[in-house]
């Protein structure tokens, strides 16, 4: 049954590239103010399910519905609207821009999801300047960066490029986060404040869809925990009952 706090519910998703099911009949729910981790071996399916999520591949099959509404299919720029943001598994910055300009470039009307766009068009020519300026300062105090402001992108730790990634992705004003693989490439301190930022994030209302394999990450903030495996459900639950499945385990040693 549905999950009357969820505002993301998949069900039966799927997107085959060819004859390869890369995700195969998912089901999710992720509810309001929850850290829901997805896991599971590589290529298992879930980018291409944090893909379908957030309109970079339409699905074959199945629906995805935020908030009520199907976005299942709806481009890219569409879902963002709709309320759901993105993280990439390498951050994409612009490096020869502040931190503060990077933020800028998030919001809703600077080109949407097209970083090209949005450099093109100046954020000095846009309307409601300074409240944007305020409103990205506040994201940035929020991921930890407020020191920052008129750093290079480019100069920053990777951890920090990160948590600027993030700081852009909530310039949308979303209610949920896409994070693929955040904690990849960082240092083991980093992914420890990595770890701080999400349950932030948590308590400001965010829910949160998190792939991740650090499973240290995982036990610490998820609430729950779906592994897959071969685009299938594997096993669900908290973490401490998904990372001691038999299955799990077994998933990841032969791999
Ligand atoms: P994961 O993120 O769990 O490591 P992916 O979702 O990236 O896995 O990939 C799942 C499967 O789909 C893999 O076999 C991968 O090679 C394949 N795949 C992913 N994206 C594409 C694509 N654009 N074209 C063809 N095959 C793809
Ligand atoms: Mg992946």
Do not use: W
Request: aromatic share 4%; net charge negative; proline share 5%.
């Amino acid at each position: 049954g549905v999950d009357p706090d969820a505002i993301l519910v998949i069900e039966g998703a799927a997107k085959h590239f060819g004859g390869l099911k890369a995700v195969d009949g998912m089901d999710l729910q992720v509810a309001k103010g929850q850290i829901h981790a997805i896991i599971g071996p590589n290529g298992a399916g879930k980018s291409t399910l944090a893909n379908l999520i957030t309109g970079v591949y339409k699905p074959n099959g199945g629906t995805i519905s935020f908030q009520g509404k199907e976005i299942g299919g709806l481009a890219p720029h569409k879902i963002s609207r709709s309320g759901v943001a993105r993280t990439f598994q390498t951050p994409q910055l612009f490096h020869d821009a502040t931190v503060l300009e990077n933020v800028l470039t998030g919001f809703p009307d600077t080109g949407r999801t097209s970083l090209l766009a949005a450099a093109v068009k100046p954020p000095s020519r846009y309307r409601r300047d300074a409240e944007m300026r305020d409103e990205a300062e506040r994201l940035l105090d929020l991921v930890g960066l407020a020191d920052l402001t008129d750093v290079l992108a480019g100069e920053l730790p990777y951890g920090k490029q990160r948590a600027l990634e993030i700081a852009r992705a909530l310039a949308s004003s979303p209610e949920l986060i896409v994070l693929d693989e955040p904690a990849a490439g960082l240092l083991a301190t980093e992914s420890v404040g990595l770890g701080d930022l999400l349950i932030a994030l948590r308590e400001h209302g965010y829910a949160l869809v998190v792939v991740e394999h650090h499973m240290d990450l995982v036990a610490r903030v998820a609430d729950k925990v779906t592994c897959m495996d071969q685009g299938r459900l594997l096993s669900r639950g908290t973490p401490e009952q998904v990372l001691s499945d038999e299955a799990v385990i077994a998933a990841y040693l032969g791999k």
